[in-house]
C-alpha cells in the first residue's frame, strides 16, 4: 500500500515577546526557525512525498504567507532563514487573543483550499510562546470543529523558558484543551532535540507503513485474509553518494553522477576475463570455498507462500522479552476483503483468549514469498492510556537455537554486601528516577548524531543560523541526570561504601582468573589472590569434547585432539582420552561421508580427503587400524572407485592414502605392505569371452504351428 503525500504548513508566531531569549541566548523566533529547518530537512532526506509552506502572524495586522505550499528545497531552507530578520513591530498589532485565532484560521483556508479533492495528510505545526492567549469562545470552538472535521492534523509547540512555565499555566492548559478539541498533539520545550523528537514521532510527520497482504493459518482449512506492518521503524541517514568532482555542476543534479564496472579475473591468468556462466557462488569455510552454483541454488531455498502458520500455544512467561528480535510487527484483519469483518472478530476473540489464559502462540512467519521463515511469538496487545486494543496482535520474532549465545558469567556473591552499601545506591536510583510527567507521550528521544549530521549538512548549504553551529543546543538529548552536582554527591558516596580493588594479572598460562565477585572487598586483596593462585594450582583442565559432526574446521578440532591425546598419555585419563577420539574418528567417517556424496564439488573432495588423513593417523594412534582398513575396503573404494565420485577416488590414489599395514604401526596388524600397495593399484578389466552354447532346434514347435494352421 503506498503512503499518503504530507502536507505541511507551519506557523510562526512574531510577536514582541517572541523575540525574547529562551536558552543560551538564543531568541524564541531563531528557535523555531532552526526546528523547523532541521526537521524539514530530516523529511527532505527521508521521504519524496511531502509539501511545505510556511505562514506567520503577530507582526502586523494581517497574517503572510512567507512561503507558498510546495515541494521543498535547499532555496526553501534560505528562505526559511530570511524570515523576521528585522525587529521592529509596529506598535498597533491587534490583541493576543485575536492574533492566535487569525493565524489558525488562515493557516486552515490555506490547507483546506491547496490541493482540494487529492489525498494527503493535511498538517499544520503552530509555534508560539503561550504569550499571546488563545479565547474559549465560539471562534474558537467553530474553528476546531471545523480542523476535526477536515481532518487536519495540528501540532503545537509552545516555546517557554522553564522558569516561566509556572506563571503560563492558564495559558498553557487552554492550548491543550484545544489541541484535544481538535484531537491534535502539544508539547512544552525550550530546546531543539524536544521539538525535533515530539514532531518526528507524531502522526502524518513520518511516512506511512506498508501494509502487506498475508493469511493467517490456524490450520490447514482455516485461514484468515490480515495484514502486517511493522510497529517501530529504523530511521537510517541516506548513505553518502560519491560525485565527481570534475564533472560535477551545480545547476544540473545529475552531472556529478560515479557509476562502477566490476571485472573478474582468472587467478591463474590474469590476462583472462571471467564471463558470467564461468562463476560460481560459494560459502566460506574456514580458508576455504565451498561453491554453490546450478541447480544448488534452488536446495538452498525454501519454497512457501507468504504466511503466519501457528504452530501452538505456551504460557507466556515462557518467552523472555530478551529473546524479540528484530522490530515489532502489528497483524490485524485485512478490511479491504469480504471477510474482513469476520477476521476481525476471530482476531479479537483470539486477542482475549489469550490474554485470559496469560498464552501466546507460536507461529512460522514468512514475510515474502520463498523468503526464509521466522519463528515469533504472538500476543495480545499490551494495555493503553485509550483502554485495552483486541483489534490486532503483535508478532515479535524468536531465536532459533543456532541464535543462541551462552555465556558463563563470573559467580556474583551477595554474601559480601553490606546494608550501608544497599543504602547507598538506592538513595542514587531515586534521585536519578525520570519522573513521569518529564514525558507524558513515553520515553522518547531524538538521536543526537542525526541532528550533528543535518546541522553540518545545513552549514554546508549556508542556511543555518549562526547561533546554532555544530551540536550546540542538542545538549538535552541522551544527557545524563548523573551531571546534576546532588546526584553526583550520591555516585561518590557509593563509590566510597563501595571500593573498586584491583585485579592481579600477573599470573601465566591458562589459570583461574580472579573476578570481582571473588574479592571479599573486607579482605585484603594480595592475599586472596594469593589463595586463588595456590587452588589454581590443583585444578585441572577438563577434557575436550569429542567431534561433533556438524563441525566446520574438523581436521584442526581432530589434530587438537590427538595432540591432547599425545601430551596426556601414560597418565590416568588415557583411556578417557582415546575413547574421546574413537567417537570421534566415527564423525569424521560422516563428515566424509556428506561432503562427497552431498557436496560433489573439488572443494568438497579436498576436505573430505584432509580428514581422511586425519583418520588415518589418529587411528595409529589409538590402535584403531583394522577399522579404518575395514572403512577404507568397505566404503570408500566399494562406493567411489565407480561412479559419479570417482574424482575423489583418484585424488585418494595421487595422494597415496592407503591401509594401514604392518610396517606404520608397531602393534599386530593383518595387513601387509604389498597388500596396502595393491590396494590403490588400478584394476584392470579382462573381457571375456561369453561362453554360447548352440543347440539343436526344436522340430516339434514347428509341427506344433503346422498343426494350429
Same mark, same amino acid.
Given at each position: 500500500?503506498? =503512503? ?10 512574531? =510577536?514582541?515577546?517572541?523575540? *525574547? =531569549? ?50 521543498? #528545497? ?41 490541493? #482540494? ?12 510562546d503561550a504569550e499571546s492567549e488563545l479565547a474559549n ?20 509547540? /509552545?516555546?517557554?523558558?522553564? $522558569? ?34 515530539? $514532531? ?16 493467517? *493459518?490456524?490450520? !490447514?482449512?482455516?485461514?484468515? !485474509? ?13 548513505? /553518502? ?97 469480504p471477510e474482513g469483518e469476520g477476521a476481525g472478530r ?26 526464509? !521463515? ?21 508478532? +515479535? ?45 513515553? $520515553?522518547?528521544?531524538?538521536? !543526537? ?15 543555518? #543560523? ?12 541522551? =544527557? ?81 585432539? /590427538? ?15 582415546? +575413547? ?13 561421508? /556428506? ?25 595409529i594412534q589409538v590402535r584403531e587400524h583394522d577399522a ?16 559419479? +565420485? ?64
Amino acid at each position: 500500500m503506498a =503512503s499518503m503525500k504530507t502536507m505541511m504548513l507551519h506557523v510562526l508566531d512574531l =510577536s514582541p515577546s517572541m523575540w *525574547e =531569549s529562551v536558552s543560551k541566548g538564543i531568541c524564541k523566533v531563531d528557535l523555531c526557525k532552526s526546528i523547523i529547518e532541521s526537521f524539514l530537512l530530516h523529511r527532505m532526506l527521508a521521504s519524496k512525498t511531502i509539501e511545505f509552506g510556511l505562514l506567520t502572524y503577530g507582526s502586523s495586522d494581517t497574517c503572510v504567507e512567507e512561503i507558498e505550499i510546495r515541494k521543498p #528545497s535547499l532555496d526553501t531552507l534560505k528562505d526559511i532563514q530570511s524570515i523576521g530578520g528585522h525587529k521592529d513591530i509596529q506598535g498597533d498589532v491587534q490583541g493576543g487573543t485575536d492574533r492566535v485565532y487569525m493565524g489558525i484560521h488562515a493557516a486552515h483556508k490555506i490547507v483546506t483550499e491547496t490541493n #482540494s479533492g487529492k489525498k494527503f495528510n493535511r498538517v499544520i505545526v503552530l509555534f508560539t510562546d503561550a504569550e499571546s492567549e488563545l479565547a474559549n469562545d465560539n471562534n474558537t470552538r467553530s474553528i476546531a470543529e471545523d480542523l476535526k472535521s477536515n481532518e487536519c492534523i495540528v501540532y503545537i509547540v /509552545l516555546i517557554i523558558d522553564k $522558569l516561566k512555565q509556572s506563571s503560563l499555566t492558564s495559558q498553557i492548559s487552554r492550548f491543550r484543551d484545544f489541541a484535544n478539541d481538535v484531537g491534535g498533539y502539544l508539547t512544552v520545550t525550550n530546546d531543539l532535540a524536544g521539538a525535533m523528537g515530539f $514532531l518526528s514521532s507524531g502522526p502524518g510527520m513520518g511516512t506511512r507503513p506498508t501494509q502487506s497482504k498475508i493469511a493467517f *493459518e490456524l490450520s !490447514p482449512d482455516f485461514k484468515i !485474509p490480515c495484514f502486517y506492518c511493522s510497529k517501530t521503524s529504523k530511521v537510517p541517514l541516506p548513505s /553518502l553518494k560519491k560525485q565527481s568532482n570534475a564533472s560535477y555542476d551545480v545547476d544540473m543534479p545529475d552531472s556529478g553522477k560515479v557509476s562502477m564496472s566490476t571485472m573478474y579475473r582468472n587467478p591463474s591468468d590474469p590476462d583472462e576475463e571471467l564471463e558470467f556462466e564461468d562463476r560460481v557462488k560459494g560459502y566460506k569455510y574456514g580458508p576455504q570455498y565451498i561453491p554453490f552454483g546450478g541447480m544448488d541454488d534452488d536446495v538452498l531455498k525454501l519454497s512457501s507462500p507468504p504466511v503466519v502458520r501457528l504452530l501452538g500455544f505456551l504460557p507466556a512467561n515462557r518467552v523472555p522479552r530478551y529473546h524479540f528480535l528484530d522490530v515489532c510487527f502489528v497483524l490485524g484483519p485485512n478490511p479491504s476483503t469480504p471477510e474482513g469483518e469476520g477476521a476481525g472478530r476471530v482476531i479479537a476473540a483470539l486477542s482475549r483468549a489469550m490474554r485470559k489464559l496469560d498464552q501466546v502462540a507460536l507461529a512460522r512467519f514468512v514475510k515474502r514469498e520463498n523468503s526464509d !521463515p521466522w519463528l515469533v511469538a504472538i500476543m495480545p496487545k499490551p494495555d493503553s492510556e485509550g483502554g485495552r486494543d483486541d483489534r490486532a496482535l503483535v508478532m +515479535h520474532r524468536l531465536p532459533c537455537a543456532e541464535d543462541l549465545r551462552n555465556f558463563i558469567f563470573p559467580p556474583l556473591s551477595m554474601d559480601g554486601v553490606t546494608a550501608e552499601q544497599t543504602r547507598a545506591v538506592s538513595s542514587a536510583i531515586d534521585a536519578m528516577t525520570i519522573p513521569s510527567a518529564l514525558s507524558p507521550e513515553g $520515553l522518547l528521544m531524538f538521536n !543526537p548524531s542525526s541532528l550533528a549530521v543535518l546541522s553540518r549538512i545545513q552549514q554546508r548549504a549556508g542556511v543555518s #543560523s549562526s547561533c546554532l553551529t555544530g551540536v550546540l543546543g542538542f545538549d538535552d538529548t541522551f =544527557s545524563s541526570m548523573g551531571d546534576v552536582p546532588e546526584i553526583s554527591m550520591l555516585w561518590r558516596t557509593v563509590r566510597e561504601h563501595c571500593e573498586l580493588l584491583p585485579r592481579d594479572n600477573s599470573e601465566k598460562g591458562r589459570k583461574r582468573k580472579v573476578f570481582w565477585a571473588d574479592v571479599d572487598i573486607g579482605e585484603d586483596v594480595n592475599k586472596t589472590i594469593k589463595q586463588e593462585q595456590s587452588e589454581s594450582k590443583t585444578n585441572v583442565e577438563p577434557l575436550p569434547s569429542p567431534l561433533n559432526e556438524g563441525s566446520v574446521n574438523p581436521t584442526e578440532e581432530f589434530t587438537v585432539l /590427538l595432540k591432547t591425546f599425545a601430551e596426556e598419555k601414560d597418565n590416568d585419563r588415557t583411556d578417557e582420552l582415546r +575413547h574421546i577420539i574413537v567417537e570421534s574418528l566415527s564423525a569424521l567417517r560422516r563428515i566424509v561421508d /556428506l561432503l562427497v556424496t552431498t557436496g560433489g564439488t573439488s572443494a568438497h573432495y579436498r576436505k573430505a580427503l584432509a580428514c581422511i588423513k586425519c583418520m588415518r593417523e589418529g587411528s595409529i594412534q589409538v590402535r584403531e587400524h583394522d577399522a579404518f582398513n575395514q572403512y577404507m575396503r568397505d566404503t570408500i573404494k566399494r562406493k567411489f572407485s565407480v561412479g559419479r +565420485h570417482f574424482k575423489f577416488w583418484e585424488s585418494i590414489r595421487s595422494d597415496g592414502v592407503t591401509l594401514i599395514s604392518s610396517e606404520d604401526t608397531a602393534q599386530v596388524c593383518s595387513v601387509t605392505a604389498a597388500e596396502a600397495r595393491d590396494f590403490l593399484a588400478e584394476e584392470k578389466i579382462v573381457d571375456v569371452a561369453p561362453n554360447i552354447e548352440t543347440k539343436e532346434e526344436d522340430q516339434d514347435e514347428d509341427d506344433l504351428f503346422d498343426n494350429m494352421m
